[in-house]
C-alpha cells in the first residue's frame, strides 16, 4: 500500500511558477512509476507527465513540455513537479499518481487507468 499526499498548490499569477511536491509512504517507493494528472472543472482528468522508477526516462503532454519538470529523490519519497511560465489553461486539480510498473513506456504511463494509488490532489489556480 503506497499513500500520497500533494502540496504545494496555490494561486499565481500568468507567467509565474510553482513547485508541487508528492510524498509517498511505503519502502518500495522507489520501484514505482510516478505521474502526474490534472482535473480541470467539467474535464477529464488528462495527463501531465511521469518518470520511470530511476528517474531517467520523463514523457510530458505536449502542452506543458518545455515549461513543466517531473522529478524524484527516491532517498526522501518525493516526487516534483516545477511548473514554469504558467497560464490560465493550467488551472486545474493536480493529482500525483503511483504505478507498480517501475519502467513504463509513453503510452502507458500517460493513462490513469494504469495508476494504481492516487494523492487527494492540489488546487492550482493561473490568473491572467
Known amino acids: 500500500q503506497v499513500q500520497l499526499v500533494e502540496s504545494g498548490g496555490g494561486l499565481v499569477q500568468a507567467g509565474g511558477s510553482l513547485r508541487l511536491s508528492c510524498a509517498a509512504s511505503?519502502?518500495?517507493?522507489?520501484?514505482?512509476?510516478m505521474g502526474w494528472f490534472r482535473q480541470a472543472p467539467g474535464k477529464e482528468r488528462d495527463f501531465v507527465a511521469a518518470?520511470?522508477?530511476?528517474?531517467?526516462?520523463?514523457y510530458y503532454a505536449d502542452s506543458v513540455k518545455g515549461r513543466f519538470t517531473i522529478s524524484r529523490d527516491n532517498a526522501k519519497n518525493t516526487v516534483y513537479l516545477q511548473m514554469n511560465s504558467l497560464k490560465p489553461e493550467d488551472t486545474a486539480v493536480y493529482y500525483c499518481a503511483a504505478m507498480r510498473k517501475p519502467s513504463p513506456d509513453m503510452v502507458v504511463a500517460g493513462l490513469a487507468v494504469e495508476y494504481d494509488y492516487w494523492g487527494q490532489g492540489t488546487q492550482v489556480t493561473v490568473s491572467s
Open positions: 511505503g519502502r518500495t517507493f522507489s520501484m514505482y512509476a
Open positions: 518518470i520511470t522508477w530511476t528517474g531517467v526516462i520523463t
